[in-house]
């Protein structure tokens, strides 16, 4: 049962990132004009938060699961370094100056 969880990518690249940024803003904009709208013609103020909590809940399902069209452009990560160049880093430091009394 497990493994069927690890086996769901979890990341999102940053493209998707912006991308989900800018669905969930839209729906919540689109969601509240609509809600306000409808509630001023009825009249019942109600009917405004229940559209804009469903636009909610509908930009919640649409951008918080990592979609695959949210992970279309992947980093590219630089490769591991050996070891031995903390050693060298270490030698390049200047040794630190101390305040003068």
């Known amino acids: 049962m497990l ?3 690890r086996s769901i990518p979890t990341q999102m ?3 998707g990132q912006k991308l989900a940024e800018q669905i969930f803003q839209g729906i919540i904009l689109v969601s509240a004009v609509i ?3 409808y509630g001023y013609i009825t009249e019942q103020f109600g009917w405004t938060v229940y559209i804009v909590m469903a636009g909610f809940a ?3 399902l649409l951008t ?3 979609w695959p069209m949210y992970r279309r452009n992947p980093l590219k990560w630089l490769p591991v370094q050996e070891s031995g160049t903390e050693e060298k880093k270490a ?3 200047k040794p630190k100056r101390h305040a003068k009394s």
């Open 91 to 93: 030698a390049d430091r």
């Open 64 to 66: 918080l699961p990592p």
């Open 13 to 15: 690249d940053y493209k």
């Open 3 to 5: 493994s069927v969880f």
């Open 58 to 60: 509908l930009s919640c």
């Open 35 to 37: 809600g306000f709208i």
